[in-house]
Nanobody
């Protein structure tokens, strides 16, 4: 069993930055691909970024060059650095553990709102 807890969401102005964190319980964190998803009101949940156990990363086209996913296996934590934020980035952001398209574990989500 893996429990995931996200933090770092909030309200930010367009062009601003936020860093999301996802802390995982358990000693098997390093064995899982970790992902960030988001879901905006009225839209389907979409994959934002993923990082494998070996450190390979992938990103949605809409966030390439602006977002960076990273992981610290010693701290059982995955991060999402979000720069140059846009209003369309507004969503609830979820951390997940496991391979897409069906990650096994999910966090409760953290709200990110980009607005002036």
């Amino acid at each position: 069993q893996v429990q995931l807890v996200e933090s770092g969401g909030g309200l930010v102005q367009p062009g601003g930055s936020l860093r999301l964190s996802c802390a995982a319980s358990g000693s098997i964190f390093s064995r899982y691909t970790m992902n960030w998803y988001r879901q905006a009101p009225g839209k389907q949940r979409e994959l934002v970024a993923g990082i494998t156990t070996g450190g390979s990363t992938n990103y949605a086209d809409s966030v390439k060059g602006r977002f960076t996913i990273s992981r610290d296996n010693a701290k059982n934590t995955v991060y999402l650095q979000m720069n140059s934020l846009k209003p369309e980035d507004t969503a609830v952001y979820y951390c997940s553990a496991g391979r897409v398209p069906s990650p096994r574990y999910w966090g409760q989500g953290t709200q990110v709102t980009v607005s002036s």
